[in-house]
């Protein structure tokens, strides 16, 4: 799975061809979380408060980005960078 950006630990990957809806995985330590891309929300798993919220922060800035993203990763084309939190 693409590693597609990393910031303060965690680390936000998509797998190509994925199933809908639209979403990405978020790994912090032993913690995993799937989210949804638009609108911005957990979809399973779990992670702590404050990293989700770093998740969720990342997210709504770089929306348009992970949607880009899930539209290539479903075409199996490679997958673009995506700035991390500063």
Known sequence: MPEISRFYG????????DHQ??????????DE???RID???MLQ????ARALSMVFE???LHEREL???WRLARAAQPLR???GLP
């Not at 965690?10 to 061809?17: A, G, L, N, P, T």
């Not at 809806?21 to 032993?30: K, Q, R, T």
């Open 21 to 30: 809806p639209p979403h990405f995985h978020a790994e912090y330590g032993s």
């Open 10 to 17: 965690i680390v936000v990957k998509m797998y190509y061809r």
């Open 45 to 48: 798993g779990a992670m702590s």
């Open 67 to 69: 949607v880009e993203n």
């Open 81 to 83: 960078s995506i700035e």
């Open 58 to 60: 990342w997210a709504l």
């Open 33 to 35: 979380a799937v989210l």
């Open 39 to 41: 609108p911005v929300g």
